[in-house]
């Protein structure tokens, strides 16, 4: 009796791919459809909360321009289908042109996609991009900072530092302070951000005096996960240095966490990881969900003056102690102006370099205490 259940499993496997799966979930291998299919039953109970659809209904984008980083693939790709999709023109730096070029393909309005060539390991490869951008573009209303690496092995960048940190923090600050003047005055910056930010563990008198090894980590401290989480707790300081920046400008700023183990292309780097993530696909967001949250920041008018915030299912949720001291936003920021100063070189004529020195030049101390005020 027990055997002839079992027997039946895979008939009734079969039954639910060609009754369910095969008319909801449309590539992949059979068990990723499997475990998608459990995850729209989760989402259909809406625990994962809104689509980026959901989040932008209504919303009129038309003479918008939004400029995202990574737009080819994962999250990026589905906040450039959405917007592009709601009439904004959105500009496409991505690494890889011919991924790109069919990113935008994809997309029902291709002809409000532009790409621009952009690879976040190279100064130079940023200068150039952000140089096309200014050429063309009279002013930007969004920015969604969104490319990221996790998972890869140690290596350096043709600037001599450590890759992820480069990619999904250092090279992105670059290209953002390289475009600041061409920002509309109301512009709105999101940068994509990871709950993973909250791992990191500085003592006391590194918080002091953050060096270039405590970002940009030697081969013999690195792990993939802590330069991963190291970059995002920079990018959340980054955030809290522009909206100081940025105060009473209009302009506004935000870290939005799209959701944890999203399946992407994010954990393609490592097949243990790879596993992970195809494991949680009924747990987790989908990629639409997930956008949603930057998605919100970039566009609701529930924001409007509103800056400085870190959202995760489209709500405002608080930092890690790490991430709200503001002391260390001031000391990160130095640490990376100096950090560009000496690859000024690499980057070969340093325009991109002294316009993220465009930042005031002012005591520290003024700063922060202004800031907090
Ligand atoms: N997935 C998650 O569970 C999760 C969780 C928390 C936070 N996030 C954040 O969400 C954001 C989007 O990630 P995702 O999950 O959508 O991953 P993804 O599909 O791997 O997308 C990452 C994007 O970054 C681009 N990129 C990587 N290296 C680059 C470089 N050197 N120069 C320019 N672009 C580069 C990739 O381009 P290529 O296609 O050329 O590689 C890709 O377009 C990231 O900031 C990530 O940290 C994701």
Redesign the pocket.
Same mark, same amino acid.
């Given at each position: 009796m027990l055997r002839s259940y079992f027997l039946r499993i895979p008939h009734a496997l079969n039954r639910v791919n060609k009754l369910y799966i095969s008319t909801t979930v449309k590539k992949g291998s059979l068990l990723q459809n499997y475990l998608s299919a459990v995850g729209n039953i989760f989402n259909s109970i809406t625990i994962h909360g809104p689509t980026v659809d959901e989040v932008t209904k209504d919303i009129d984008l038309s003479n918008k321009t939004c400029l995202i980083? &990574?737009? %080819? *693939? /994962? @999250? =990026?790709?589905?906040m450039a289908k959405c917007l592009s999709s709601r009439e904004c023109s959105v500009l496409m730096? $991505?690494?890889?042109p011919y991924?790109?070029n069919n990113?935008k393909n994809a997309c029902e309005n291709s002809h409000l996609l532009k790409l621009y060539e952009? %690879?976040?390991? *190279?100064l130079r490869?940023v200068k150039k991009c952000s140089d096309e951008i200014l050429k063309d573009q009279p002013k930007i209303d969004i920015v969604i900072? %969104?490319?990221?690496?996790?998972g890869l092995p140690w290596t350096l960048?043709e600037d001599s530092l450590e890759?992820t940190f480069?990619? %999904?923090y250092l &090279?992105q600050y670059v290209l953002l302070t390289n475009i600041e003047h061409i920002l509309a005055p109301d512009a709105r910056v999101v @940068?994509? #951000? #990871?709950?993973?930010h909250r791992h990191v563990s500085w003592d006391f008198n590194h918080q002091l005096t953050p060096t270039e090894a405590m970002v940009s980590l030697p081969k013999q401290e690195y792990t993939s996960i802590r330069a991963?989480n190291i *970059?995002?707790l920079c =990018?959340i300081h980054f955030m809290h240095y522009l909206s100081y920046r940025w105060v009473n400008s209009g302009k506004s700023v935000f870290c939005a966490?799209? /959701? *944890?183990?999203?399946?992407?292309?994010? $954990?393609?780097n490592w097949w243990p990881y790879e596993l992970l993530?195809t494991s949680m696909i009924p747990f #987790?967001?989908s @990629?639409s969900q997930?956008?949603s949250t930057?998605i919100y920041c970039a566009t609701s008018p529930e924001l409007k003056g509103l800056t400085d915030v870190y959202f995760k299912d489209c709500r405002r949720c608080e930092v890690s102690d790490l991430a709200q001291d503001l002391h260390l936003s001031f000391r990160i920021y130095d640490l990376t102006k100096s950090l560009l100063r000496d690859r000024a070189v690499a980057a070969a004529e340093p325009v991109a370099v002294k316009q993220s020195v465009a930042f005031p030049d002012v005591d520290e101390t003024t700063l922060v205490t202004n800031y907090s005020g």
């Open positions: 980083t &990574g737009a %080819n *693939s /994962g @999250i =990026g790709f589905e730096a $991505c690494r890889n991924a790109a990113a952009l %690879n976040l390991a *190279s490869s900072l %969104n490319a990221a690496v996790f960048t890759t480069q990619v %999904n &090279g @940068i994509v #951000s #990871s709950e993973s991963y *970059s995002k =990018g966490h799209p /959701g *944890s183990f999203v399946k992407t292309r994010l $954990c393609r993530y #987790s967001k @990629i997930a956008a930057p």
